[in-house]
């Protein structure tokens, strides 16, 4: 036991943790029972210094018997090439070592470098015999390359060949597999005169391959139909020998024909091509097939590559390829996902790609086909900072790097880096990719660090390639590094969606003017805030609103602390200021909601009966009626505004909207009827002649308020000791006088209306009666649609006893004993139709219209309380004033269908969530929604959609629900 533990320990000492290492060694001849034998020191050194030295000893145990291990050995000995490089592929790929094995005498090659032709290899074949044969050549020419990769992390003597040279050698490869492939498929279909260019697009177009990656191609020729038969041999051949030739970028994608004629190409293009088409070409070039034909093709598409930013739609096919670059990851990959998670390769790519398509319309030295070529050209033009370009460029490489060492262990396509829990793996890709213990740190501790750090400065990807020279060019800081002109920062600004970079410019430019500290904070922060702007429905009138807001906040000290140091902040203003005209507006007079925009359950939870209270308490303080309503303003001013935030960022469902708004205006209510019978009371020497009771009506009584709804409620009055009926309803008339003139006052905030049309008479009667007036004139006057009016009246302030007894007396009315009789179902009917017929504007669609539209919330409102009248006296249930609430009930009682009941809460929610919507992104009350434009595309992210879906597919979508909700109301409602 203790000889076995000694040899463990000595073979340690070269890397090796295998309990078989000391027996391979044996057999290769390199151990004996005193250690390792004369002259293989080197190859045990060698093998420490592979990224897997067990690994990598596997293999030479395989080739020892699979070939001349004598000869090999030996060689191994004197060649510090062949040395560094075999024992390198061995630890780095088994798919290598495989063919090692497989191929005995390939590592030959590794000393000469010879490299096999691969035109050569299938000049006389067909079939089998040639994909055979291509499999061999193609292997052993990638054997060379990934040895000339990896050999100095072994030999340090070796060099170690650039990223850029790797790749250009891959493609090198790709390009001669694709003419062999081409060899095969002529040689199988026979003599022919038929034309055919192979033209590379991708990372192939670039020079910039993979180890393992699709090689996307367009074909085009002239006898179209021997053309494709070569095309698809081409592809098979190639598909299985070599790596699969993936033509989906041609025209028309996969549904489009293989290959085209030139002048079908030039058709497609100038007719039909979208932007991001045009972006694919910025790679294209020709590998394969007719040279000629190829060169015509690239004189055609060329210009067309140059002028694609100029084209309409441009703006709308950038923020498509935007979002490609965003695709989905599983949440738990994103941040592994080497290509596509966050700052990963393709945001790079894609970044670099944009500027050159708006600035290589006039700066030709950007028209290279490499990422890395094109990022230094940015660098070198001015258009990118030359630390940025070369900072992007080093991370750009060290990430491509992960990919090739991770491609290289099995030869499969993958781009996902280790788990951080996974230490051989992430000890293995450290070596591999040639780091080594720093500071006390191991390798994979190396490896993680760097990763997160080239990811890291990916992830400012955009602040720093695409909005910093924006601010240095309009801030005229003498730089040699950055020199947009004003038309190059335009240019850029219109690419990234401000459909008026001019005015983006000049808010930027007021923004960051001057050498304060609020100008240097601005200058950090707007780089930021111009990129969340830019995925937002309006960036214009973001960036517009954001300007205003902090020119209303320059002297509050915290404003731009906040944004700078809470990172959730800025991207949640960003959304609500790229969204919604009436938040910024509310924000900047309620500064205090932006803080809670870092706390969510501060933002969306907070209980309604709580906030009331709050603002009860804080308005209870002022003695006077004007102090009072102008504290209940101002608390009303940030409940709305942090409601309407929550609602924005989809943090309150839309029952929870309406009904906090609902709760802040009976406070409001509240606090103003107190102040006002406080005042009124001290004019007639402390003796108030009379209690008031305020009852809301309409959606204040079903606590279904929106954010542009008025306040309807009736007021009710009873007199007090020692006072008459009359003298109690001309001091209860004095003080509800007194309260609406005080809320509808001009002031900074909205006047709040208080509407008293639903009274009795209208607004012909009293403004205030008793409760015995208002029995009087139910009982002998009313009609059936005041009845219907009194379904959703509720007690909402004043004295809670009086409007107990006012809710008790009107149950008669609003709940008929025996129901509705068949005339006054008819009579409601009737006023119904009218509605529809007369009140509905004119010009407006009556597929849109929030409120009288067909399926639009009094279609649904009118069936619920049709449903109430009739059957609430024998369901008691049904006698509730929210409209959810009965439509549940009636559901549950059988008086509508699940399905009915489904479709028509359904179209309520989604009308009232849009009626909400129009208001918060418009600031101004509408009923109508939308059809084309930016408001289209804000009202539906307001009410959910993602930002990147077709505005259209909403009001499809709205459509369709309330005209279900309308074939529903024609049933139930209209019978």
């Known amino acids: ?152 992390l072994v030999e340090p003597e070796l060099p170690a060949p650039p990223y850029d040279d790797v790749a250009a050698r891959l493609t090198e490869l790709a390009e001669e597999a694709l003419r062999a492939a081409l060899v095969v498929a002529q040689n ?31 074909f085009l020729g002239d006898d179209i139909d021997v053309a494709t038969r070569l095309a698809s041999r081409m592809m098979t051949v190639a598909g299985s020998a070599c790596f699969e030739v993936d033509a989906a970028l041609r025209p028309e994608g996969k549904a489009g024909a293989l290959v085209r004629t030139l ?24 590998v394969a097939g007719d040279a000629e034909l190829g060169e015509a093709y690239l004189d055609v598409v060329r210009p067309m590559v140059w002028t694609a930013a100029d084209r309409d739609g441009f703006v709308a096919d950038v923020q498509q390829m935007r979002r490609r670059v965003e695709d989905h990851v599983p949440a738990e990959l994103l941040e592994r996902e080497l290509k596509l998670g966050r700052g990963g390769l393709r945001d790079v790519e894609f970044a670099v790609q944009l500027l050159q398509l708006v600035h290589g319309r006039s700066d030709e030295s950007l028209r290279l086909g490499s990422t890395t070529a094109a990022l230094a050209s940015l660098g070198a033009g001015g258009y990118v900072g030359r630390a940025d370009s070369a900072g992007l460029g080093e991370s750009y490489r060290f990430l491509r790097t992960l990919e090739h060492r991770l491609q290289l262990q099995k030869l499969r396509r993958t781009h996902l880096f280790p788990d951080e829990n996974n230490l051989v793996d992430l000890r293995w890709l450290a070596r591999a990719t040639g780091l080594r213990p720093d500071r006390g740190r191991a390798e994979e501790q190396v490896l993680l660090s760097e990763f997160r750090r080239h990811a890291n400065r990916v992830r400012r990807l955009h602040e720093k390639l695409f909005y910093r020279p924006l601010l240095e060019s309009v801030a005229k800081v003498p730089t040699e590094a950055l020199r947009l002109t004003a038309s190059e920062a335009a240019a850029r600004l219109g690419a990234l969606g401000y459909a008026s970079p001019e005015g983006a410019l000049n808010h930027i430019s007021a923004l960051t003017s001057g050498v304060s500290r609020r100008a240097a904070i601005q200058g950090a922060l707007l780089p930021v805030l111009l990129d969340l702007l830019a995925h937002t429905p309006d960036p214009d ?49 309620a500064p205090e909601v932006l803080r809670l925009l870092a706390d969510t359950n501060e933002l969306a939870e907070r209980n309604p009966a709580d906030v009331a209270h709050s603002l009860l308490t804080a308005v209870g303080r002022h003695r006077d009626l004007r102090g009072a309503v102008t504290a209940a303003r101002s608390l009303r001013r940030h409940e709305l505004a942090r409601v309407a935030c929550a609602d924005l960022l989809g943090l309150m469902e839309t029952p929870a909207v309406c009904e906090a708004l609902s709760s802040v205006w009976v406070a409001v209510l509240q606090s103003a009827l107190a102040a006002a019978e406080r005042e009124k009371a001290v004019e007639l020497g402390g003796w108030p002649k009379a209690t008031i009771a305020i009852i809301g009506m309409g959606r204040l009584g079903g606590s279904e308020l929106g954010y542009g709804s008025d306040a309807d409620v009736m007021f009710v009055c009873e007199p007090t000791e020692g006072a008459t009926d009359d003298e109690a309803v001309k001091f209860a008339s004095a003080v509800v006088e007194s309260m609406r003139r005080a809320l509808g006052s001009p002031s900074q905030d909205p006047p709040l209306e208080v509407d008293v049309g639903l009274r009795p008479q209208g607004r012909q009667g009293p403004l205030v009666r008793t409760l015995n007036s208002y029995l009087a004139y139910y009982r ?21 006893d009086l409007g107990a007894r006012f809710i008790d007396a009107i149950e008669e009315f609003r ?10 179902v008819r009579e409601i009917r009737r ?83 849009v009626r909400n919507a129009v208001m918060l992104v418009r600031g101004k009350s509408s009923d109508q929604v939308p059809t084309s434009g930016r408001e289209l595309l804000a009202v539906a992210t307001a009410v959910g959609y993602p930002n990147d879906a077709d505005p259209g597919e909403f009001l499809d979508s709205y459509r369709r629900t309330t005209r279900r909700a309308r074939a529903v109301v024609e049933r139930v409602f209209y019978d």
Not at 819 to 824: A, F, R, V
Request: charged fraction near 25%; charge should be neutral.
């Open 1 to 152: 036991m203790a000889d076995r533990a000694r040899t463990v320990t000595s073979t340690a000492r070269f890397g090796l943790t295998d309990d078989r290492a000391e027996a391979a060694l044996r057999a290769a001849g390199w151990w004996g029972d005193g250690g390792p034998v004369k002259d293989a020191e080197l190859m045990l050194v060698a093998l420490s210094r592979s990224p897997d030295p067990d690994l990598a000893l596997r293999g030479i145990d395989c080739m020892r018997e699979s070939g001349p291990w004598a000869e090999l050995t030996a060689a191994l000995r004197e060649d510090v090439r062949l040395r560094g490089k075999l024992i390198a592929v061995l630890g780095a790929s088994t798919a290598l070592a495989d063919f090692l094995v497989a191929n005995p005498d390939s590592w030959r090659a590794l000393s000469t470098g010879a490299r096999p032709d691969l035109t050569s290899a299938v000049a006389d074949l067909k079939g089998p015999d040639a994909v055979k044969a291509l499999r061999a050549a193609y292997r052993e020419q990638l054997l060379l390359i990934a040895a000339d990769d990896l050999g100095h």
């Open 188 to 218: 199988e279909v026979g003599p022919n005169d038929a034309r055919l260019a192979v033209i590379a697009m991708g990372k192939c177009g670039g020079r910039e391959l993979n180890y393992v990656s699709d090689v996307d191609v367009v």
């Open 263 to 286: 002048e079908g190409h030039t058709a497609y293009y100038r007719r039909w091509a979208r932007t991001w088409e045009f972006q694919a070409l910025l790679k294209a070039r020709p």
């Open 541 to 589: 009138g973001g960036l517009l609103s954001y300007r205003k807001m902090s020119e209303a906040l320059a002297t509050t000290p915290w404003y731009l602390r906040l944004l700078r140091d809470e990172g959730a902040v800025v991207e949640r203003l960003a959304q609500l200021l790229g969204t919604s005209k009436l938040v910024p507006e509310m924000v900047a007079r």
């Open 780 to 800: 002998q006057w009313s009609e059936v649609w005041e009845w219907q009016a009194l379904l959703r009246a509720a007690f909402v302030a004043g004295d809670a």
């Open 815 to 824: 709940y008929p004993r025996k129901g509705l009789d068949s005339t006054s």
């Open 831 to 913: 006023i119904k139709a009218r509605v529809d017929n007369e009140r509905l504007p004119r010009g407006a669609d009556p597929t849109t219209h929030t409120k009288l539209g067909r399926g639009g919330l009094a279609d649904i409102e009118w069936t619920v309380q049709l449903l109430q009248l009739r059957h609430a006296h024998e369901v008691p249930g049904l006698r509730t004033p929210s409209t959810l609430e009965g439509l549940a009930v009636a559901q549950d009682s059988g008086l509508i269908t699940a399905p009915d009941a489904a479709e028509l809460r359904a179209a309520w929610l989604l009308a009232t969530s």
